[in-house]
């Protein structure tokens, strides 16, 4: 069974909104403060270009954590699968999204996995161009592909905020660089961290780039090969590992898509073969998922059936 209306998805998001209010708007990046709490949407994008959308939909959301997908998916376009692993893990870990400590415990001393902020920072680093601009134009120009919008661009003001105050993303790039696993100038890489993390877009753009991971990789419009299928395949399985940070386990378990989430409150997920899925709902649990967009998509999942286990 598939979603076949608005009206159909629209229950659904009346029936998650209630859980919002146990959660709290991240602001630890100052400006991501000024969201509405209350806010709820999701967008589905189906491979046949048909698409269902309900809630707030015209509000926009950055990217976050859901950006480190993408730049996973250019690291390993960018220097092969030998190459990223040797410098970061393959494992979830049980530890908050921004916890050095696994940097020390873990010999060799590399991070866990490309999911968690210490990983998502080395596979920035690897990213190819001759200057910060370049590469960040290349993340932005991908992100714009996958999702058909070539307006995407970023918060500047999310960007600059969470650079003004990322000192514990600093602290694990300098880890990183004292045990040789980054080479370059922190503030730039922050630099480029921060603005691809201020990435900005809305639910139904999120969902046409899950329909593109859901399909491998290939934009099911064009028919073009956007990320190569083994990459896609790649993305899509740290998304069911580490996705949904230390909260992954338990969401494999209710929900069972490969997800992505991010402190703005988004979520980014990929249905295998079948659809792409985008929410937003800044309310967030105490591990930095939303909490009304989790409790949508474990509604979701068991109403259509989509869980993959
Ligand atoms: N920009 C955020 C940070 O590095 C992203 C983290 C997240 O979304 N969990 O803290």
């Not at 400590?101 to 210490?118: C, D, H, Y």
């Not at 999120?206 to 290939?218: E, F, H, N, Q």
């Amino acid at each position: 069974m598939q979603c076949r209306s608005a009206d159909e998805l629209q229950l659904l998001v009346d029936e998650a909104k209630k859980s919002s209010n146990n959660g709290k708007v991240a602001d630890y990046i100052p400006a991501l403060q000024k969201a509405n709490k209350d806010t709820l949407s999701i967008s589905l994008f189906y491979p046949d270009g048909n698409c269902f959308s309900a809630g707030d939909i015209k509000e926009n959301l950055t990217l976050q954590s859901i950006s480190k997908v993408i730049t996973l998916a250019i690291a390993l376009s960018d220097r092969g699968e030998e190459y990223v692993f040797n410098r970061v893990g393959q494992e979830p870990t049980g530890d908050p999204f921004n916890s050095i400590a696994k940097l020390e415990t873990n010999k060799p001393s590399k991070p866990l996995n490309p999911m968690i902020n210490a990983g998502a920072l080395a596979v920035t680093h690897m990213i190819k161009g001759s200057s910060v601009n370049e590469r960040f134009e290349r993340i932005l120009k991908l992100i714009q592909k996958l999702s058909g919008n070539e307006s995407i661009s970023y918060n500047k003001e999310v960007a600059q905020s969470e650079f003004k105050t990322a000192d514990l993303n600093r602290s694990l790039c300098y880890f990183l660089k004292q045990h040789g696993v980054i080479d370059e100038d922190v503030e730039q890489l922050i630099d480029l961290y921060t603005r691809q993390c201020a990435i900005e877009l809305n639910c139904l753009d999120l969902s046409r780039i899950g329909c593109v991971l859901a399909m491998d990789g290939k934009d099911p419009y064009t028919e073009k090969q956007l990320i190569p299928r083994s990459v896609a395949r790649i993305c899509k399985t740290f998304m069911v590992t580490c996705g949904m940070y230390n909260a992954s386990g338990e969401f494999a378990i209710k929900v069972g898509i490969p997800a992505k989430s991010g402190v703005s409150g988004g979520i980014l997920g990929a249905v295998p073969g079948r659809f792409g899925i985008g929410i937003y709902g800044p309310a967030l649990d105490e591990k930095g998922n939303s909490i009304a967009g989790m409790k949508l998509l474990k509604l979701l999942s068991e109403k259509y059936s989509l869980s993959m286990f």
